[in-house]
């Protein structure tokens, strides 16, 4: 029964990342432990009077856990082909009898480098609140910040360093190729490497958040969709080009008006 499992280390794999990522979606809907479920959030209009939430070290805590959880959910389905391709990899190896062991190793890490980002955002989300460029709705109320925002991720679209990145996170064998390490430890530094890739490749799509809304569902699903057809469709160059074009006239357009 066991080696009949084995064989079947890419269905483990897939389930696994399908449970992660529906729990993760699951939390994100239901409001992720702030009292109110990121569909209502996305009905009230932005400019609505919400109470501040007061900021202690619990708070941030849940804040950093929805953070986490959201990035799970927007990045993991883009991940998933790297993840099935070190399986396969790991079991026609024959280095280890449990395929899925060294492949955990590898999403630990790769998770590990999304889990310090959302230290960064809720540390970031802290200091915006309290300044009041963001509101208890989770959005910027300062026109200038939001263009900004909109702006500079427009024009990282057509950083060099994106660019780079988007190569290794796009072509899962080139990356394998050129990283690969041997043992549990190795597959978790690939992890961290493969997750840097990634975030140097859309973090500042993230930051739309902050405008579009933190908990809004049509941003977070937006951006999640946005991520998986730069990652995988041919045209995702261009796509990217074109989505940062957009950005940069919506800015644009803010300021000027």
Same mark, same amino acid.
């Given at each position: 029964?066991?080696? *009949? ?91 280890? +009898? ?41 959005? +910027? ?110 800015? *644009? ?5």
């Amino acid at each position: 029964m066991f080696e *009949a499992v084995l064989r079947r280390d890419r269905v483990v794999v897939v389930a696994a990342l399908v449970f992660v990522i529906a729990l993760s979606w699951i939390w994100i809907v239901t409001g992720a432990g702030t009292g109110t479920g990121a569909i209502e959030m996305t009905r009230m209009p932005r400019d609505m009077m919400m109470t501040p939430a007061t900021w202690t070290p619990a708070y941030a805590v849940l804040m950093f856990v929805m953070w986490w959880a959201m990035m799970l959910a927007m990045m993991l389905p883009s991940a998933a082909p790297m993840l099935l391709i070190f399986a396969r990899i790991t079991r026609q190896r024959g280095v280890v +009898t449990r395929p899925w062991t060294p492949t955990t190793c590898f999403a630990a890490g790769y998770l590990a480098v999304w889990g310090g980002f959302s230290t960064v955002a809720t540390a970031l989300q802290w200091a915006l609140e309290g300044t009041g460029l963001l509101s208890a709705m989770m959005v +910027t109320t300062a026109t200038w910040l939001g263009a900004v925002i909109l702006v500079g991720a427009g024009l990282w679209q057509f950083a060099p360093l994106k660019r780079i990145c988007l190569r290794y996170c796009r072509s899962p064998m080139g990356f394998l190729t050129t990283h690969w390490r041997p043992g549990d430890g190795g597959a978790f530094r690939m992890g961290l490497e493969h997750g840097a890739y990634c975030l140097g490749c859309c973090w500042f799509l993230m930051a739309l958040l902050f405008f579009g809304g933190v908990m809004n569902l049509w941003w977070i699903g937006g951006l999640a969709a946005y991520i998986l057809a730069e990652k995988l469709f041919p045209t995702g160059d261009w796509l990217s080009y074109a989505v940062g074009i957009g950005l940069i006239a919506w800015g *644009a357009f803010l300021l000027v008006s």
